[in-house]
């Protein structure tokens, strides 16, 4: 106990001497869904902050402070997990603003006490509707689960050509019981919905589920789930040879390729936040200052987003002229025309990003690629 207490302080001074110098301290909060399976942690939110600090730190700060990031990474959600990471997001002294969380489940844990302290919350890729109504703090980077179940039953109508879904919710996941409803809903407008098996998120053997789908043959599977669960359902069907396209939602990116193998995966899309191969000059520069940092290869969403949040954070400081949250976040309701690499923020209508559009992508030969973009309503 007492190590841990000369700790706490040699770290506090640590922060209070930067904070004088010249150095402001940004936590950058992030891990995954809390579920059996899911057990990792990605740093690619990480990535994305780590590049945008580089670079506002090249052209002279932040105010003409330096930005420091605290990696406050969790790899666990239990109570005792959850208390350190309180305790490290809060220790930096004139704590202002946070960049995370990077999933819903953490957001919605964490929101709250941002919102009771005063604390800017911009989180990058926590999509549950709920999130940003917590308190007037409360921001994001991206389109909430609403618009992607939408747009992913709009392609499955229009550039399908599906008049037959399945859909495949786990019940553990209000992400994926929302999701569905959405893609129901649409869907339903034009297509039919046959069934809606469900299943728990600790599950591995979806045979049952995937036996109705067979049974059925409809002509696409929504699965709004998480990597390791929609990659085994694409696994184990690849198995029971069901012919259907399978499709998910901001949830699968490189997870479910991994979990599913690219046989399994082929052919099947998801709807995402962003893709490198999207032709907009700043997202171009981003993918060539990615790949030199960290090589080539697949870059997820979820660092393009995490490098939007806190470029957008430092517009309404700059904006704001201070590192008062009361005055960033009268810039951040300001604001309507952000050009990020994911896309155009607009916060004049609320702490979600208005009209932001989606991408679809699809799983060929082991690589995600750019399909289409669904236009924001």
Request: hydrophobic content about 45%.
């Amino acid at each position: 106990m007492k190590k841990f207490l000369i700790s706490g302080f040699v770290l506090l001074m640590l922060f209070t001497a930067a904070f004088s110098q010249g150095t402001v301290i940004i936590p950058v909060v992030y891990g995954q869904s809390i579920t059996a399976v899911e057990n990792f942690v990605s740093s690619e939110d990480l990535k994305g902050v780590t590049l945008a600090a580089e670079e506002i730190n090249e052209k002279g700060g932040l105010l003409g402070k330096r930005v420091e990031i605290l990696d406050c990474r969790v790899y666990s959600f239990d109570l005792e997990s959850l208390k350190k990471l309180e305790e490290k997001l809060f220790s930096p002294p004139n704590l202002f603003a946070v960049i995370g969380a990077n999933t819903s489940g953490l957001s919605k844990y964490l929101a709250p006490k941002f919102q009771e302290r005063g604390v800017i919350m911009i989180s990058p890729i926590s999509t549950a509707e709920e999130i940003t109504q917590i308190g007037d703090y409360i921001y994001r980077a991206c389109f909430i689960d609403p618009f992607q179940g939408t747009a992913m039953a709009r392609f499955a109508l229009n550039d399908l050509n599906a008049g037959t879904a399945v859909m495949l919710v786990k019940t553990t996941s209000p992400y994926s019981i929302g999701m569905a409803g959405y893609f129901a809903e649409e869907f339903s407008k034009k297509g039919k919905i046959l069934a809606a098996p469900t299943y728990a998120g600790e599950d591995v053997d979806f045979t049952e589920i995937l036996t109705i789908v067979k049974a059925l043959n409809p002509d696409v599977v929504f699965v709004p789930g998480h990597g390791s669960d929609s990659g085994l359902i694409m696994k184990q069907a690849l198995i029971m040879e069901i012919d259907t396209i399978f499709l998910g939602g901001d949830g699968w990116g490189k997870g479910a390729l991994g979990m599913a193998g690219s046989e399994a995966a082929e052919g099947n899309y998801f709807v995402n936040h962003w893709h490198k191969d999207v032709d907009r000059a700043i997202s171009r520069e981003f993918v060539e200052k990615y790949e030199t940092k960290y090589g080539e290869g697949l870059i997820a969403s979820s660092a393009a987003l995490a490098y939007d949040a806190l470029m957008l954070l430092a517009e309404a400081v700059e904006q704001a002229g201070d590192f008062t949250p009361d005055a960033i976040k009268v810039a951040l309701d300001q604001i309507d025309d952000f050009e990020g690499v994911t896309g155009t923020i607009d916060l004049s209508k609320g702490r979600d990003p208005y009209n932001k559009d989606a991408v679809i992508l699809r799983y060929e030969d082991g690589n995600i690629v750019y399909r289409t973009t669904v236009i924001g309503e």
